[in-house]
């Protein structure tokens, strides 16, 4: 399955953006997402994640109370808004999807399904 994000962009601190992650093919509807972004010489980290089937919504510290991820199955979506940017969340932003659940759902290494990434950068 081939991910597409978008929504990426130049924004100030304290502005907002949403992204959005599609596949060009099938449904995702049975598996998780998951949101990671990478910064410059960073490796890939951890932002958001929508279990199935629960639809559960799991968040790294670092963006929670900014940061909202969703789905939406009849779209075959998934979005993360993020509020109050900061320089620091400047990354470039990957969707990732697998079926079922990880317990590890942190690890990027246990998604098999990735989208391109969209560039994010914050202005100080």
């Known amino acids: 399955v081939q991910l597409q994000a978008s929504g990426g962009g130049l924004v100030q601190a304290g502005g907002s953006l949403r992204l959005s992650c599609g596949p060009s093919?099938?449904?995702?509807?049975?598996?998780?997402l998951a949101w990671f972004r990478q910064a410059p010489g960073k490796e890939r980290e951890f932002v958001a994640a929508v279990r199935y089937p629960t639809n559960s919504i799991y968040y790294a510290d670092s963006v929670k109370g900014r940061f909202t991820v969703s789905r939406d199955n009849s779209k075959k979506t998934v979005y993360l808004q993020m509020n109050s940017l900061q320089p620091e969340d400047t990354a470039v932003y990957y969707c990732?999807?697998?079926?079922?659940?990880?317990?590890?759902?942190?690890?990027?290494?246990?998604?098999?399904?990735w989208g391109q990434g969209t560039l994010v950068t914050v202005s100080s």
């Open positions: 990732a999807a697998r079926l079922n659940w990880a317990i590890d759902y942190y690890n990027p290494g246990q998604y098999n399904n």
């Open positions: 093919g099938r449904t995702l509807s049975g598996d998780s």
